[in-house]
């Protein structure tokens, strides 16, 4: 069955300390690995889709890669407004559209 | 556009009441998603659209459970009969059908059954 695993639930970080989430997943037939960040009683604001291995891709203090097993999402220098959950989902197989997302990973940053 | 919209952003109701929500999308994209979150999880999937056509529904959408995109643009999700377990958040998301494009969320509907 294909599986989202993300870690840690909850990262507690001091501005300026940088980080990494990690998602790892087992699925059959990758097709698209996504990254959402979402505040409190919002939807999901899309961040980054990444296609094969050895991918990256940036934006702002955020810096997204993934290998065959997992993806990490960087965070370098955090600041407060940074402070959110942050989703992981992957579209797999291909007689389906549906994403299959992670539980998240609850990050807050002190100033 | 101002992306993806969904009515009403909170809904109380009484057990064994029906609810209805709707979603607009954003007017160019082919594709509709209706997902159900619940606190400390991530978003499940229920059912999308490709403009009329309902192409996949998840084992979670039971007979309670009906949607519609009757004309290709707005949708609308139905619970018949509520039960307290349907209180979540039901969030809709659309995006091109072809080539590699993001999904884009709407803000959801909080659906609270007591």
């Known amino acids: 069955e294909d599986q989202v695993t993300q870690s840690p639930e909850a990262l507690r970080l001091q501005e300026g300390e940088s980080s990494s989430l990690n998602c790892s997943y087992t699925?059959?037939?990758?097709?698209?690995l996504f990254w959402y960040r979402q505040d409190p009683g919002k939807g999901p604001e899309f961040l980054f889709t990444?296609?094969?291995a050895g991918e990256e891709k940036e934006k702002e203090r955020l810096k997204a890669t993934l290998t065959k097993k997992e993806s990490f999402l960087h965070i370098t220098a955090p600041k407060p407004e940074d402070s959110a959950t942050y989703l992981c989902a992957v579209q797999a197989g291909y007689n389906t559209d549906k994403l299959i997302f992670g539980t998240g990973t609850r990050l807050q940053v002190f100033p | 556009d101002t992306g993806v919209s969904q009515d009403p952003r909170h809904k109380i109701t009484k057990r064994g009441q029906n609810v209805t929500f709707r979603c607009d999308p954003i007017?160019?994209?082919?594709?509709l998603y209706w997902y159900r979150q619940t606190l400390g999880q991530g978003p499940e999937f229920l059912t999308y659209f490709q403009n009329e056509a309902q192409l996949e529904k998840s084992r979670l959408l039971s007979d309670r459970f009906s949607a519609e995109r009757p004309k290709g643009s707005f949708s609308t999700l139905e619970i018949q009969r509520t039960e307290q377990g349907d209180s979540a958040m039901y969030l809709c998301?659309?995006?091109?059908?072809?080539?590699?494009?993001?999904?884009?969320f709407g803000s959801g509907t909080r659906l609270t059954v007591v």
């Open positions: 990444l296609y094969s």
């Open positions: 007017s160019e994209h082919n594709r």
């Open positions: 998301a659309s995006r091109h059908g072809t080539g590699h494009y993001g999904y884009t």
């Open positions: 699925v059959s037939g990758l097709r698209g």
